[in-house]
């Protein structure tokens, strides 16, 4: 092949070809292919389809699975280096990957926590190109949510600095409703949520989110997203650096019983603020 198109596509679908050829010729069925790596065989099935790429954590167990050496971890890199994906993008396939999600969130609800009405709000606010498109980014957030809910669902806690609670959306409805999505996550036993209070004073992740990932490997990998940009941490001194900033934070955060009384508090105080007067 001549092109750079034909390259992408080809280096793409050797790698999908290649996983379901190495899975075939052991003989096992996606179950059972399953029940070897710790991935689910939904997400196993979407590798093979080439409807994810994976990361390379997971394209590496597979290959110790099946004694291929590096085969399949260097397709995948140039793979992913001919399709020249984000670094967002290399968040997004291991998140779909990941058994647990700690989070830090300095200015806006998580994604995993927001409604679609609130998503859509914050979204419009980045002018985005066309209300297709918005669609499309508003779709997008609303089915991340689904690896809290499902069969297995993510393990996730939460530290939300005040400010997360202090700024409304602009429609009181779209935040009365936010309010109320954020409380009925605390009574879901795989979410945990606490405030960090303005009184915790300054800190060394204020000015950028930070969320770490653990794969069903036991690796752990970070992410640190400001405004305009984002950064995947794999190196373990990296890593462990910024998990000994959050579990600082997390130390100076509100209990979780705290958390959940600020939070009725702020849905009371809205609500009781934007009551249409009745004398």
């Known amino acids: 092949m001549s092109g750079s198109d034909d390259d992408e596509v080809s280096a793409r679908v050797v790698l999908r070809t290649e996983l379901t050829r190495q899975r075939e010729r052991a003989g096992w069925t996606l179950a059972e292919l399953s029940?070897?790596?710790?991935?689910?065989?939904s997400y196993l099935q979407r590798l093979e389809k080439g409807d994810r790429f994976g990361s390379l954590d997971a394209v590496g167990v597979l290959d110790r699975v099946y004694g291929t050496g590096e085969l399949l971890s260097r397709l995948w890199r140039l793979a992913k280096r001919e399709a020249g994906q984000s670094r967002y993008q290399g968040f997004a396939d291991l998140e779909a990957e990941a058994t647990g999600i700690h989070e830090f969130s300095v200015s806006t609800v998580p994604g995993l926590l927001q409604t679609k009405r609130y998503a859509e709000e914050l979204l419009r606010a980045d002018a985005?190109?066309?209300e297709e498109?918005?669609?499309?980014?508003v779709l997008g957030r609303v089915n991340r949510q689904h690896r809290l809910t499902g069969p297995k669902p993510l393990h996730y806690r939460g530290l939300l600095d005040e400010s997360v609670i202090r700024r409304p959306a602009q429609d009181p409805d779209v935040w009365a409703e936010q309010l109320g999505r954020l409380i009925q996550a605390t009574q879901q036993p795989n979410i945990s949520l606490q405030v960090v209070p303005f009184r915790a004073g300054l800190h060394n992740l204020l000015g950028s989110s930070l969320q770490f990932l653990w794969l069903p490997s036991g690796r752990m990998v970070a992410y640190v997203e400001s405004t305009w940009s984002g950064q995947l941490v794999e190196e373990t001194e990296?890593?462990?650096?910024?998990r000994l900033s959050y579990d600082r934070l997390r130390d100076s955060a509100l209990s979780a019983s705290g958390s959940l009384e600020l939070l009725r508090t702020a849905l009371e105080d809205h609500t009781s603020c934007t009551a249409p007067d009745q004398t």
């Open 35 to 41: 029940e070897r790596t710790k991935y689910d065989g």
């Open 128 to 130: 985005p190109d066309s």
């Open 133 to 137: 498109l918005l669609v499309e980014q």
């Open 238 to 242: 990296e890593v462990e650096h910024l």
